[in-house]
């Protein structure tokens, strides 16, 4: 085939090694930097579609610990009982409140031709919170409602936004996701943002500079310690505490058992400053909400099995045996009610 009496079967093979060796470091960049694929809410929909969960735990990415819990659950009421996790990266009340509405609701009252829920099992929602969760969303960057376009749109969010606003770097987020979806299992296109690929090359070729991750930790863990202290002056934005009201009303509503559960904090980040502040005045005022709202109050925040070796390396998220261990003493304790004793309400 050729155009004006130039042949196109070079440029052709150009571009197809081009692809192969694309394809070549890729595959062998997974050695040094695997994808890991987590639970998102696309994934966590389709599986509460699919099933019939007696419990739903939503969260911010914390939630992603339920899924152990589920298994763990399951053995238990010999699969009697499951959890749905649904967890919202970045999540606050107000991305959370959005989810329930948009995604979870239509699936939670969805009725059959006769007026039956499809899935009535559903009894218990865990609302998993921390105190970050209370805080304002930031005014300058947005950075946190982007969970929504980024994590819990669907084409249909998409467009109506496009129709109303144009293209925007807020709904590009959407965009930019369904890219990372398609390419789920490319190592280059999944560690945008991260960096771990960089770190894996610089440790495969130097080895790990143990001095160096030292210094790194003891300047993380301070950072977060101070990060926490602070938090104690913005607890409780009104337009989060609302959105918690609303979807407190919205379950109850609905004749469900609805638990406030604290999420465990990792012990190294937690200053004593912090916890007769931050921790100490966020535990007392949710206690006092779950009074108000006849809900469940439970506090993992420092009653927990777990120490700074079961989180991972970002201090925020526990370890796969963590989140084992986390299970089993959950659901022998605070959390035994899930296996069938305690209230027993449900979706009308």
């Known amino acids: 085939m050729s155009a004006g009496g130039r042949s196109w079967g070079p440029v052709l093979l150009t571009i197809l090694c081009a692809l192969a060796t694309l394809a070549a470091v890729d595959a062998a960049l997974h050695l040094v930097a695997p994808p890991k694929p987590l639970l998102e809410i696309d994934q966590a929909m389709d599986q509460y579609a699919a099933g019939d969960p007696a419990v739903l735990a939503l969260g911010s990415s914390h939630a992603r610990s339920f899924i152990a819990m589920d298994k763990a659950l399951s053995q238990r009421t010999d699969g009697a009982r499951r959890i749905q996790a649904v967890p919202v990266e970045w999540g ?39 105190w970050w969760d209370s805080t304002a969303l930031d005014p300058g960057t947005g950075s946190i409602t982007m969970a929504l376009p980024a ?11 496009l129709g109303e606003n144009g293209l ?21 296109v999944q560690d945008r943002g991260y960096e771990n690929i960089t770190k894996g090359l610089r440790e495969a070729v130097r080895g790990k500079d143990l001095e160096a991750e030292r210094a790194s930790y003891d300047n993380r863990l301070k950072g977060w310690q101070s990060m926490v202290e602070e938090g104690a002056g913005h607890l409780f934005d009104p337009a989060q505490k609302q959105s918690l009201e609303e979807m407190v009303g919205t379950l109850q509503g609905l004749g469900l058992d609805v638990t406030i559960v604290l999420y465990p904090r990792m012990p190294g980040t937690l200053s004593a400053k912090a916890k ?17 709202h006849r809900l469940r109050f439970v506090d993992m925040t420092f009653t927990n099995p777990l120490t700074d070796d079961d989180f991972e390396v970002d201090f925020d998220h526990v370890k796969p045996e963590g989140n084992r261990r986390l299970a089993e003493w959950a659901l022998d304790g605070d959390l035994a009610f899930l296996a069938g004793k305690g209230a027993t309400g449900g979706a009308q």
């Open 151 to 161: 994590r819990a749109w669907q084409w249909g969010d998409f467009f109506a936004d």
């Open 276 to 292: 007769e502040t931050t921790l100490r005045q966020f535990s007392d005022r949710m206690q006092a909400f779950t009074r108000d």
């Open 168 to 188: 925007t770097p807020y709904n590009q987020n959407f965009l930019q996701r369904i890219w990372r979806e398609w390419w789920s299992v490319s190592t280059l």
């Open 92 to 130: 606050k009340y107000t991305p959370y409140a959005w989810v329930l509405k948009h995604r979870i609701l239509p699936i939670l009252t969805e009725r059959n031709a006769s007026g039956a829920l499809v899935r009535p099992s559903l009894r218990h929602v865990l609302l998993v919170t921390e």
